[in-house]
């Protein structure tokens, strides 16, 4: 059973930088295919981006790309979220989660097994 935990959510302003962080506090997350959603009050969890187990393959939502990127550090269990450009609208909580599916990337939140608790991110204009 793996166990994610979120970190470095906080209140930003337009226009700033945020790093998320997801480590893994229970099992190992090396061999998985990560990845971030986020959920903004009132609205359904939407994906922002996955990478594959080795980090060679990523995707982004198109609302998201080219400000957002993923990454991670297999010898340290942990996956990041470095978020630029910060908007208003990218307001939420953002969470990640592991698929345990062998190679390529997921965008679907159905396709993910373990999911952790979530991190704040609030952009204030």
């Known amino acids: 059973q793996v166990q994610l935990v979120e970190s470095g959510g906080g209140l930003v302003q337009a226009g700033g930088s945020l790093r998320l962080s997801c480590a893994a506090s229970r099992g190992t997350i090396s061999r998985y295919i990560m990845g971030w959603f986020r959920q903004a009050p009132g609205k359904e969890r939407e994906f922002v981006a996955t990478?594959?187990?080795?980090?060679?393959?990523?995707s982004y939502a198109d609302y998201v790309k080219g400000r957002f990127a993923i990454s991670r550090d297999n010898a340290k269990n942990t996956v990041y979220l470095q978020m630029n450009s910060l908007k208003p609208e990218d307001t939420a909580v953002y969470y990640c989660a592991a698929d345990r599916t062998l190679g390529g990337v997921a965008l679907i939140t159905a396709e993910y097994d373990y999911w952790g608790q979530g991190t704040q991110v609030t952009v204030s204009s």
């Open positions: 990478i594959s187990w080795s980090g060679g393959t990523t």
